[in-house]
């Protein structure tokens, strides 16, 4: 079992900063590939940024790709999402999720999951 906990977020205005982060427990951290989505009202969970096991190759959706930044340090468990000039449409649910496996951009595939962090971005 893994445990993930997030926090971090609240309200910005567009154009501003938010740093977003998930402390995990339980099993070897370094075991996972991380994985932040988010769920906005009436929309399905998509992702967002991904992080592999070696804690060094990331990957960002197209959408957030020069603007959000995914760290993860293995040492702390720890895995970071700073989102720097946020847009209204980023306002939504943001999760951490664990995979065991092979790092993917499909929710189905992951293991676990936070309670989620309210980001909203006001206009």
């Known amino acids: 079992q893994v445990q993930l906990v997030e926090s971090g977020g609240g309200l910005v205005q567009a154009g501003g900063s938010l740093r977003l982060s998930c402390v995990a427990s339980?099993?070897?951290?370094?075991?996972?590939?991380l994985a932040w989505f988010r769920q906005a009202p009436g929309k399905e969970r998509e992702f967002v940024a991904g992080?592999?096991?070696?804690?060094?190759?990331?990957y960002h959706a197209d959408s957030v790709k020069g603007r959000f930044t995914i760290s993860r340090d293995n040492a702390k468990n720890t895995v970071d999402l700073q989102m720097n000039s946020v847009k209204p449409e980023d306002t939504a649910i943001y999760y951490c999720?664990?995979?065991?496996?092979?790092?993917?951009?499909?929710?189905?595939?992951?293991?676990?999951w936070g309670q989620g962090t309210q980001v909203t971005v006001s206009s």
């Open positions: 999720a664990a995979d065991a496996g092979v790092l993917t951009t499909r929710a189905r595939n992951y293991d676990y």
């Open positions: 339980g099993r070897t951290f370094s075991d996972y590939a």
């Open positions: 992080a592999y096991q070696d804690g060094v190759t990331t």
